[in-house]
């Protein structure tokens, strides 16, 4: 683990404790990695760096080490470094012989027993050396809005299952399916509120929202009441940072020194992080 970090479940205790909620939030590349922590130290909120499986080929996993070591060496904030959406046992050891202090294990898509198995492996082994583990009961949907009641149901966490899963499988925290979707949607996300209470009285870790960036603030409140305590966002941030390329495009359609529409984008990324952050109640926990 690098020696900047401390693992999720440290962050996830101690913001379990308070009843408030920490974003996971994704670093796709310098800037994006640059607008969370600058935001995060100005807000002296506690930090976990969100990276995919893309995201860390897109940028090189020897990199992503050097950027999270270089910004974080300073700011004095709990900060984990998590893999998210961790495809399977390979890419979580990758991570954390890379240093990562925190990893998600992805095997929602699989059949129940198959889920288990393949999280308590990850577990065993990251444990072994103080790395925290995240794994998903229940499945996201698509951004597509024409789902059935009954495809939606299915996909949804069933709150006896998750019991028996986190019992189980002895993980950290537990990303829960109850009505919202990765990427943007064409929609207004419809959560299962009642769910998520019964998930929350049936298990005794720190839960997970993904699919977060469109869900209105009443409804993420609401959540982080019932026991969500990481607030998965990343589209969100994506469209403020592209958002404000475009503006600077309109206004000069000759632009072309990268730092001079890269570092706007990076401030407007940087605006939302700190929204996100008041959101979720972490300002001044670091």
């Given at each position: 683990?690098?020696?900047?970090?401390?693992?999720?479940?440290?962050?996830?205790?101690?913001?379990?404790?308070?009843?408030?909620?920490?974003?996971?939030?994704?670093?796709?590349?310098?800037?994006s990695l640059q607008a969370i922590v600058k935001a995060a130290e100005e807000e002296n909120s506690p930090l976990i760096l969100a990276t995919s499986e893309g995201a860390i080929s897109?940028?090189?996993?020897?990199?992503?080490?050097?950027?999270?070591?270089?910004?974080?060496?300073?700011?004095?904030?709990?900060?984990?470094?998590?893999?998210?959406?961790?495809?399977?046992?390979?890419?979580?050891?990758?991570?954390?012989?890379?240093?990562?202090?925190?990893?998600?294990?992805?095997?929602?898509?699989?059949?129940?027993?198959?889920?288990?198995?393949?999280?308590?492996?990850?577990?065993?082994?990251?444990?072994?050396?103080?790395?925290?583990?995240?794994?998903?009961?229940?499945?996201?949907?698509?951004?597509?809005?024409?789902?059935?009641?009954?495809?939606k149901e299915a996909a949804m966490t069933d709150p006896e299952e998750a019991a028996e899963f986190v019992e189980r499988t002895g993980v950290d925290c537990l990303a829960v399916a109850?009505?919202?979707?990765?990427?943007?949607?064409?929609?207004?996300?419809?959560?299962?509120?009642?769910?998520?209470?019964?998930?929350?009285?049936?298990?005794?870790?720190?839960?997970?929202?993904?699919?977060?960036?469109?869900?209105?603030?009443?409804?993420?409140?609401?959540?982080?009441?019932?026991?969500?305590?990481?607030?998965?966002?990343?589209?969100?941030?994506?469209?403020?940072?592209?958002?404000?390329?475009?503006?600077?495009?309109?206004?000069?359609?000759?632009?072309?020194?990268?730092?001079?529409?890269?570092?706007?984008?990076?401030?407007?990324?940087?605006?939302?992080?700190?929204?996100?952050?008041?959101?979720f109640g972490s300002q001044n926990k670091a």
């Amino acid at each position: 683990m690098l020696s900047q970090l401390v693992p999720m479940a440290e962050i996830l205790e101690a913001a379990d404790e308070e009843g408030y909620a920490v974003g996971g939030f994704n670093v796709n590349n310098l800037e994006s990695l640059q607008a969370i922590v600058k935001a995060a130290e100005e807000e002296n909120s506690p930090l976990i760096l969100a990276t995919s499986e893309g995201a860390i080929s897109y940028m090189g996993i020897d990199h992503v080490v050097g950027m999270v070591e270089g910004f974080l060496k300073n700011t004095g904030l709990p900060a984990a470094l998590h893999l998210d959406h961790g495809g399977s046992f390979e890419a979580a050891m990758r991570c954390i012989r890379k240093g990562w202090s925190s990893v998600m294990i992805d095997a929602s898509k699989e059949p129940f027993e198959e889920n288990i198995a393949q999280t308590k492996e990850v577990v065993k082994a990251a444990h072994s050396v103080g790395v925290s583990v995240e794994a998903e009961l229940g499945k996201l949907v698509g951004t597509e809005d024409d789902v059935t009641v009954t495809e939606k149901e299915a996909a949804m966490t069933d709150p006896e299952e998750a019991a028996e899963f986190v019992e189980r499988t002895g993980v950290d925290c537990l990303a829960v399916a109850i009505g919202t979707a990765h990427g943007v949607y064409k929609g207004e996300p419809d959560l299962d509120f009642e769910r998520l209470e019964k998930i929350n009285n049936n298990v005794d870790i720190p839960l997970v929202l993904h699919g977060a960036s469109g869900v209105p603030s009443a409804d993420v409140e609401k959540s982080i009441d019932l026991g969500i305590r990481k607030v998965n966002v990343n589209t969100a941030f994506q469209q403020a940072f592209t958002a404000r390329v475009r503006e600077l495009f309109d206004e000069d359609p000759d632009l072309y020194d990268p730092r001079k529409y890269c570092g706007p984008a990076r401030d407007a990324m940087a605006e939302k992080v700190k929204e996100k952050i008041h959101t979720f109640g972490s300002q001044n926990k670091a």
